[in-house]
């Protein structure tokens, strides 16, 4: 079976530029997350999805940050325009639903740098 | 609010050296604790979690991690580390109705033949 799935593995971008990130759950899993990795830190929590509605953004800077999950598969991550301090890591995650003991799988992640 | 501390941010073991990686929570409630892998260029990996019930729990790889509520710890051991442990380690808590995994800074854990 498939783990999360993640596109683009790398990306460089200049400042202001606009870029999205793709996330493909493991099949069957209602929940997705999006975690931001600094370097040096551990993830935290952007947005989470139930099926295709986003339960808990608060953690989002929507100023420049959008997200969606259409059709409550796959997942899109947008910044425009990224700033400098946009670089890190950014990492899906998806499980069976909200629950404690449903285990979270993560994909490789988006390693984003904004020069 | 939860919280995570991992006070370790790199330490160096010799191959088949046994390991000790810290991990100190705060949560209101039972904690339900998580210890994550993440191997360079790789996504994070489940290695245990502890629920309740038996304080001592066993993971993959041979892992195993010891939740001691007196202490508010949940520290993670191998009786012999492996080359292939290097890796970044990772104390989590379950956030509770947030449903997200509250992380810390994370451990970075070199092997030395």
């Known amino acids: 079976e498939a783990g999360v799935v993640q596109s683009p593995r790398y990306k460089i971008i200049e400042k202001k530029q606009p870029v999205a990130f793709w996330c493909n759950p493991i099949s069957g899993h209602n929940t997705l997350y999006w975690y931001l990795q600094n370097l040096g830190q551990g993830p935290e929590l952007l947005i989470r999805?139930?099926?295709?509605?986003?339960?808990?953004d608060s953690q989002l800077p929507k100023d420049r940050f959008s997200a969606e999950r259409l059709k409550g598969v796959d997942s899109t991550l947008k910044i425009q325009p990224a700033e400098l301090g946009d670089s890190a890591v950014y990492l899906c995650?998806?499980?069976?639903?909200?629950?404690?003991?449903?285990?979270?799988?993560f994909g490789p992640g988006t390693r984003l740098t904004v020069l | 609010a939860q919280s995570v501390t991992q006070p370790d941010i790199h330490i160096t073991v010799s191959e088949g050296a046994s390991l000790e990686l810290r991990c100190n929570y705060s949560?209101?409630?039972?904690?339900?604790l998580f210890w994550y892998v993440q191997s360079p260029g790789q996504g994070l990996q489940l290695l245990l979690k502890y629920f309740s019930g038996d304080t001592l729990v066993q993971g993959i790889k041979g892992f195993e991690a010891e939740f001691k509520r007196s202490q508010s710890s949940f520290n993670l051991r191998k009786p012999s580390v492996h080359w292939s442990d290097a890796a970044e380690y990772f104390c989590a808590v379950w956030g509770g109705s947030q449903g997200n995994l509250i992380f810390g800074k994370g451990t970075k854990l070199s092997v030395k033949p």
């Open positions: 949560y209101g409630a039972t904690p339900y």
């Open positions: 995650a998806s499980s069976l639903g909200l629950a404690e003991r449903n285990e979270q799988f």
């Open positions: 999805y139930e099926n295709e509605e986003a339960v808990d």
